[in-house]
Protein backbone atom coordinates (compact mmCIF):
# COMPACT_ATOMS: atom_id res chain seq x y z
CA UNK A 1 0.00 0.00 0.00
CA UNK A 2 1.22 3.50 -0.52
CA UNK A 3 0.18 6.01 1.39
CA UNK A 4 0.85 9.66 0.76
CA UNK A 5 0.95 12.13 3.69
CA UNK A 6 0.21 16.15 2.94
CA UNK A 7 3.12 18.09 3.87
CA UNK A 8 2.55 21.99 4.84
CA UNK A 9 2.84 24.18 2.11
CA UNK A 10 6.32 26.16 1.16
CA UNK A 11 5.85 29.30 2.73
CA UNK A 12 5.22 27.92 6.27
CA UNK A 13 8.55 25.70 5.60
CA UNK A 14 10.31 28.45 5.24
CA UNK A 15 9.13 30.20 8.33
CA UNK A 16 9.72 27.22 10.37
CA UNK A 17 13.60 27.05 8.87
CA UNK A 18 13.42 30.44 9.23
CA UNK A 19 12.64 30.25 13.28
CA UNK A 20 15.29 27.48 13.41
CA UNK A 21 17.58 29.60 12.22
CA UNK A 22 17.11 32.35 14.37
CA UNK A 23 16.98 29.91 17.56
CA UNK A 24 20.02 28.54 16.36
CA UNK A 25 21.75 31.95 15.67
CA UNK A 26 20.71 33.02 19.27
CA UNK A 27 21.22 30.05 21.25
CA UNK A 28 17.61 30.97 22.63
CA UNK A 29 13.97 30.30 21.65
CA UNK A 30 11.49 32.95 20.88
CA UNK A 31 8.01 33.70 20.06
CA UNK A 32 8.10 31.64 16.68
CA UNK A 33 5.94 33.36 13.56
CA UNK A 34 2.79 31.13 12.07
CA UNK A 35 0.46 31.82 8.99
CA UNK A 36 -2.71 32.71 10.18
CA UNK A 37 -4.31 29.59 8.30
CA UNK A 38 -4.76 26.37 10.42
CA UNK A 39 -2.01 24.25 11.83
CA UNK A 40 -1.37 20.59 11.40
CA UNK A 41 -1.56 18.62 14.17
CA UNK A 42 1.81 15.60 14.42
CA UNK A 43 0.70 12.16 13.28
CA UNK A 44 2.24 8.86 13.54
CA UNK A 45 0.94 6.05 10.88
CA UNK A 46 1.32 2.37 11.38
CA UNK A 47 0.61 -0.08 8.82
CA UNK A 48 0.63 -4.09 9.76
CA UNK A 49 -1.23 -7.14 7.34
CA UNK A 50 -4.64 -6.37 8.09
CA UNK A 51 -4.94 -2.49 8.28
CA UNK A 52 -3.70 1.06 8.44
CA UNK A 53 -3.40 2.89 12.07
CA UNK A 54 -3.11 6.93 12.19
CA UNK A 55 -2.58 8.33 15.67
CA UNK A 56 -3.07 11.95 15.70
CA UNK A 57 -1.97 14.05 18.73
CA UNK A 58 -4.76 16.29 19.66
CA UNK A 59 -3.86 17.00 23.81
CA UNK A 60 -6.35 19.59 25.15
CA UNK A 61 -9.46 18.65 23.06
CA UNK A 62 -13.03 16.70 24.22
CA UNK A 63 -13.67 14.21 21.80
CA UNK A 64 -16.75 16.16 20.32
CA UNK A 65 -14.69 19.06 19.47
CA UNK A 66 -13.02 16.32 16.64
CA UNK A 67 -14.27 16.18 13.29
CA UNK A 68 -13.51 12.78 11.26
CA UNK A 69 -14.18 12.23 8.00
CA UNK A 70 -12.94 9.53 5.33
CA UNK A 71 -14.19 9.41 1.93
CA UNK A 72 -12.37 7.60 -1.09
CA UNK A 73 -8.72 8.33 -1.45
CA UNK A 74 -8.62 10.81 1.64
CA UNK A 75 -8.89 11.00 5.80
CA UNK A 76 -9.41 14.80 7.00
CA UNK A 77 -9.17 15.85 10.66
CA UNK A 78 -10.41 18.82 11.81
CA UNK A 79 -11.33 20.89 15.10
CA UNK A 80 -9.92 23.87 17.17
CA UNK A 81 -8.25 23.39 19.68
CA UNK A 82 -8.71 26.05 23.34
CA UNK A 83 -5.99 28.46 23.83
CA UNK A 84 -4.55 25.95 27.11
CA UNK A 85 -4.88 28.37 30.30
CA UNK A 86 -2.95 28.65 33.63
CA UNK A 87 -5.24 27.06 35.95
CA UNK A 88 -6.00 29.63 39.13
CA UNK A 89 -4.00 32.92 37.02
CA UNK A 90 -5.94 35.77 35.26
CA UNK A 91 -3.48 38.51 35.67
CA UNK A 92 -1.28 39.82 33.23
CA UNK A 93 1.83 37.58 32.34
CA UNK A 94 4.36 37.72 29.80
CA UNK A 95 5.07 35.00 27.11
CA UNK A 96 8.44 33.60 26.49
CA UNK A 97 7.97 30.40 24.34
CA UNK A 98 4.40 29.52 22.51
CA UNK A 99 4.95 26.19 21.24
CA UNK A 100 1.81 23.90 21.84
CA UNK A 101 -0.35 25.31 18.84
CA UNK A 102 -4.04 26.50 19.39
CA UNK A 103 -7.12 27.02 17.48
CA UNK A 104 -8.29 25.85 14.33
CA UNK A 105 -6.47 23.10 12.57
CA UNK A 106 -6.44 20.55 10.01
CA UNK A 107 -4.62 17.74 8.98
CA UNK A 108 -6.24 15.65 5.54
CA UNK A 109 -4.25 12.44 5.03
CA UNK A 110 -4.29 10.65 0.94
CA UNK A 111 -5.14 7.07 1.48
CA UNK A 112 -4.24 4.17 -0.86
CA UNK A 113 -7.25 2.62 -2.67
CA UNK A 114 -7.06 -0.48 -0.89
CA UNK A 115 -8.66 0.86 2.31
CA UNK A 116 -12.16 -0.83 3.29
CA UNK A 117 -14.19 2.54 3.88
CA UNK A 118 -16.85 0.34 5.67
CA UNK A 119 -14.81 -0.82 8.24
CA UNK A 120 -13.19 2.39 9.76
CA UNK A 121 -13.14 2.71 13.46
CA UNK A 122 -11.70 5.69 15.86
CA UNK A 123 -10.94 5.81 19.41
CA UNK A 124 -9.99 9.28 21.22
CA UNK A 125 -8.11 8.46 24.81
CA UNK A 126 -5.57 10.68 26.79
CA UNK A 127 -4.86 13.16 24.10
CA UNK A 128 -4.57 10.95 21.23
CA UNK A 129 -7.05 9.87 18.17
CA UNK A 130 -6.85 6.73 16.62
CA UNK A 131 -8.00 5.78 13.61
CA UNK A 132 -8.19 2.28 12.24
CA UNK A 133 -8.00 1.49 8.43
CA UNK A 134 -8.65 -1.60 7.56
CA UNK A 135 -7.45 -3.15 4.44
CA UNK A 136 -9.89 -4.47 1.68
CA UNK A 137 -10.07 -8.64 1.40
CA UNK A 138 -9.45 -8.69 -2.57
Known amino acids: MNLHVASQDSFEKLAQNMGEMIDNLFQKKY?????SKAWEPHIN????AE????????AGMRREEIDVQIMPGRL???????DPKLPGHDGPFRVHLLEIHHGP?????????GVDLDAVSAQY???YLWIRLPKKND
Do not use: Q, W
Not at 51 to 58: F, H, I, Q, R, W
Not at 76 to 82: M, N, S, V
Not at 105 to 113: D, E, K, N, V
Open 45 to 48: IYED
Open 125 to 127: RKG
Open 31 to 35: VGFRP
Open 105 to 113: FARAISLPS
Open 51 to 58: SLLVCVEL
Open 76 to 82: TIRGARP
